[in-house]
């Protein structure tokens, strides 16, 4: 069975930094593109960022690029999502997302883990 | 903001059926770019319910279905249930932001 759960999240100040982590369970991680999606409260759902199988393609949303970094431990079955210069419009519940092949492509995310809460506040 | 539109609710009785709508453009479902659905409890996993425009993961009733047209989608509920109250959001990537996007999401009720 697949199963995605993310760590990490917290309050953070305006400016400051935060890693989240995801680990996977259930299928060959490496085998497997990972994204990051959040939702801010009351918000609909926004892809952050993507990464592919091999960890060498990394991919990001314009509200995310210079800022965010995506990357993974394939040995250790995890992604992370490194997070910086945090803003207040990036409160939101950030999930784990699996794709359906190694590589970004336009496709789908088959399973979500069940997000974790980023609080951006002085 | 979404560049995929989704009606904000849509409600129906036990048994009945319901649509959602998902409008695009040119550069997302207007395209070559499949539409894909998925449903979303408040505090849980969002769940993949259609990918592809049409196809159904194992483990998914038939009772949802989809479909694409032009630069538009709809998700279909048949025989509604009261378990299928949730939140659904359509989704695609868009070759002008070079970004995968979703839909702004409908609220459906059971009455």
């Known amino acids: 069975e697949v199963e995605l759960m993310e760590s990490g999240g917290g309050l953070v100040q305006p400016g400051g930094s935060l890693r989240l982590s995801c680990v996977a369970s259930?299928?060959?991680?490496?085998?497997?593109?990972m994204t990051w999606v959040r939702q801010a409260p009351g918000k609909g759902l926004e892809w952050v960022s993507g990464?592919?199988?091999?960890?060498?393609?990394?991919y990001y949303a314009d509200s995310a690029k210079g800022r965010f970094s995506i990357s993974r431990d394939n040995s250790k079955k995890t992604l992370y999502l490194q997070m910086n210069s945090l803003r207040l419009e990036d409160a939101a519940v950030y999930y784990c997302a699996k794709g359906p092949r190694a590589i970004v492509a336009a496709e789908h995310f088959d399973y979500w883990g069940p997000g974790t809460l980023v609080v951006v506040s002085s | 903001q979404s560049v995929l539109t989704q009606p904000p609710s849509v409600s129906g009785a036990p048994g009945q059926r319901v649509t959602i709508s998902c409008t695009g453009g040119?550069?997302?479902?207007?395209?070559?770019?499949?539409v894909h659905w998925y449903q979303h409890l408040p505090g849980t996993a969002p769940k993949l319910l259609i990918y592809g425009n049409s196809n159904r993961p194992s483990g998914v009733p038939d009772r949802f279905s989809g479909s694409k047209s032009g630069a538009s989608a709809s998700l279909a509920i048949t025989g509604l249930q009261a378990e299928d109250e949730a939140d659904y959001y359509c989704?695609?990537?868009?070759?002008?932001?070079?970004?995968?996007?979703f839909g702004t999401g409908t609220k459906v009720t059971v009455l």
């Open positions: 040119s550069s997302n479902i207007g395209t070559v770019y499949d």
């Open positions: 989704q695609s990537y868009d070759s002008s932001l070079s970004a995968y996007v």
């Open positions: 259930g299928f060959p991680f490496s085998s497997y593109a």
């Open positions: 990464i592919s199988g091999s960890g060498i393609g990394t």
